[in-house]
């Protein structure tokens, strides 16, 4: 059974930088899929944020691409986010998921983290 | 940055059918994108319910049902049941490279 558990700081200031970690279990991320991570703001709406094939290729979404890194490590089968620069605005809950392929579906879920940023 | 429009609610009484739209534009849906439904329940991470417009993964009850035409598409839940109460987000993708998931929408079961 595939798993996926985020992990990191759940606490942030303004203007620093937003790190998480993805562990996935039960499956090899160098195998293959799409890598990604997705946030809720509290009583919101979910919003794509990136996503990285296992060969290390990256896809931002627009809106946040000049602040986000993903990247992969394949030998720990983890895969990371960062985001710069944060503001109250980023103050959601972070998923990561596995995508079945480039424009599908998201098929395996992590529990999600709360990230608050606040001084 | 939601680019798919569902309605903010539904709601039915046990036993009956209830649909949720999902409707979105040329540049997504219409363009031939594929949609899929997630399933929130309260405090949880989104499950998926409904892939590639209407094939249920292994485990999601038949009493889900999903549909796609021109630039809409549609999840029905017929035999409602006191455990469907939850959110559900449709998803697609857009040609400006982006994952679009819609606005949400609450069932509620009365």
């Known amino acids: 059974q595939v798993q996926l558990q985020e992990s990191g700081p759940g606490l942030v200031k303004p203007s620093e930088t937003l790190s998480l970690t993805c562990t996935v279990s039960g499956y090899s991320i160098s195998s293959g899929y799409y890598w990604g991570w997705i946030r809720q703001p509290p009583g919101k709406g979910l919003e794509w944020i990136g996503s990285?094939?296992?060969?290390?290729?990256?896809y931002y979404n627009p809106s946040l691409k000049s602040r986000v890194t993903i990247s992969v490590d394949t030998s720990k089968n983890q895969f990371s986010l960062k985001l710069s620069s944060v503001t109250a605005a980023d103050t959601a809950v972070y998923y990561c998921?596995?995508?079945?392929?480039?424009?599908?579906?998201?098929?395996?879920w992590g529990q999600g983290t709360l990230v608050t940023v606040s001084s | 940055q939601s680019v798919l429009t569902q309605p903010p609610s539904v709601s039915g009484a046990p036993g009956q059918r209830v649909t949720i739209s999902c409707t979105g534009s040329s540049s997504n849906i219409g363009a031939g994108y594929d949609v899929h439904w997630y399933q929130q329940l309260p405090g949880t991470a989104p499950k998926l319910l409904i892939y590639g417009n209407s094939n249920r993964p292994s485990g999601v009850p038949d009493r889900f049902s999903g549909s796609k035409s021109g630039t809409s598409a549609s999840l029905a839940i017929s035999g409602l049941q006191a455990e469907d109460e939850a959110d559900y987000y449709c998803?697609?993708?857009?040609?400006?490279?982006?994952?679009?998931f819609g606005t949400g929408t609450k069932v509620t079961v009365l």
């Open positions: 998803q697609s993708y857009d040609s400006s490279l982006v994952y679009v």
């Open positions: 990285i094939y296992h060969s290390g290729s990256t």
């Open positions: 998921a596995r995508g079945w392929e480039l424009a599908g579906w998201f098929d395996y």
